[in-house]
């Protein structure tokens, strides 16, 4: 199995990729502007987090809208990663009012699909300005915090999930156990 993990900038690209690569399995980074061609025949994508504004700097992200609509294996988004999916299903991203650097209480709603066999709550590592004002109706919410309603979600008929927090840091309980029921996805 191999899992394509796009760099989008973000300050812990690596840090996916070294969980990735502890769960036994083989990953590349790629940065987000390779050829679409070059992600044939992977298992699974991991679109990373990145410094830019989802509202205001959509263009540095590069590529991955194609990547999400040409690929049909599983995808998972993190902080922009996530709200680029979101934003590109329709929603709105914007300014955060609050937005949140450090640890955080991320409740979860539903524990289900990557979200299964966590506790009702966690302690997860937020970094990021803007976020999610709204999820399309093919979206199911799965998480919140106090201050940012969309925390976690999944599409409800592809391989899509994305997470507004940060699973791949040591700050982000029960982080690796995500990036785990990712990869049992991928498997399939």
Not at 132 to 156: R, W
């Amino acid at each position: 199995m191999k899992i394509g993990i796009i760099d989008n900038g973000g300050q812990w690209t690596h840090r996916e990729w070294r969980v990735v690569k502890s769960l036994d399995v083989d990953a590349e980074i790629y940065p987000n502007t390779v050829g679409n061609e070059k992600l044939d025949g992977l298992d699974g994508l991991v679109l990373s987090g990145g410094p830019a504004s989802i509202e205001s700097e959509v263009g540095k992200l590069g590529y991955i809208k194609q990547y999400i609509e040409t690929h049909s294996y599983p995808i998972l988004g993190i902080c922009a990663g996530a709200q680029f999916i979101a934003l590109n299903s329709g929603s709105t991203v914007s300014k955060a009012i609050h937005p949140e650097y450090g640890k955080k209480i991320v409740t979860f709603i539903r524990n289900e699909s990557i979200f299964s066999n966590l506790p009702k709550s966690i302690t997860a590592w937020e970094s990021h300005n803007d976020e999610i004002k709204n999820l399309p109706g093919e979206f199911i919410l799965c998480a919140s915090s106090d201050t940012c309603a969309v925390q976690a979600y999944y599409h409800k008929t592809k391989d899509i999930f994305a997470v507004q927090f940060h699973p791949e840091v040591n700050n982000t309980e029960y982080g690796v156990e995500i990036f785990k029921n990712f990869l049992d996805v991928c498997k399939r």
